[in-house]
């Protein structure tokens, strides 16, 4: 393993504990907020271990299996996008998310360097495409879709700071990539 690749391994997984420490303590306020006929009586907040619900169309996790990807086709969720690296890719989730029923895109974000303007258009370009759909929106621990919503709010959508760095973090983004996406949204766009 060379040095980089230790240290990324080293960041996703603070990532994914400090990720999921938000997401424990907010996953049975939130659920408790959307009400579970939305997901055909599948209680998403138990099989995913990161979950985050911004609002009642989208689902915010971590990385999938076999068992998380049949539960969002339970819950009635229609497309997934995956935000993963292929390197980060565990099983064929395309062709699991494919059978399941479910519509499959995929944007790989390996890092802070993919959090660029031409990422997030796309990522734009995705959410606006699909508007209306019932969407799970996954990385490895929620923290990249976070970063991406909060750029798209203040890059494409001219969202002011606090709103954009909080509609981020509502979607997964946490102290480990804050800073950046902070950073990045000072640069005009």
């Known amino acids: 393993m060379t040095m980089t690749q230790n240290s990324q391994t080293q960041i996703d997984t603070h990532e994914h504990a400090a990720a999921n420490d938000i997401s424990n303590n907010n996953s049975a306020d939130i659920s408790a907020d959307i009400n579970s006929e939305t997901d055909n009586n599948i209680n998403l907040a138990s099989t995913l271990e990161i979950y985050f619900r911004p609002d009642e169309q989208t689902i915010v996790c971590g990385a999938l299996d076999q068992e998380k990807v049949q539960a969002l086709a339970d819950a009635g969720v229609e497309l997934v996008i995956n935000l993963q690296a292929d390197a980060e890719l565990g099983f ?98």
């Open 92 to 189: 064929d989730e395309a062709s699991a998310v494919k059978q399941a029923g479910m519509t499959y895109e995929h944007l790989p974000i390996s890092g802070v360097d993919d959090l660029k303007q031409l990422n997030i258009l796309a990522f734009d370009k995705l959410l606006r495409q699909y508007h209306g759909k019932k969407l799970a929106i996954h990385c490895g621990c929620g923290n990249k879709v976070g970063a991406a919503m909060a750029l798209r709010s203040g890059w494409l959508r001219g969202r002011k700071m606090d709103t954009a760095m909080e509609r981020g973090r509502s979607h997964g983004l946490t102290a480990t990539l804050e800073q950046e996406v902070h950073n990045r949204l000072l640069v005009p766009r």
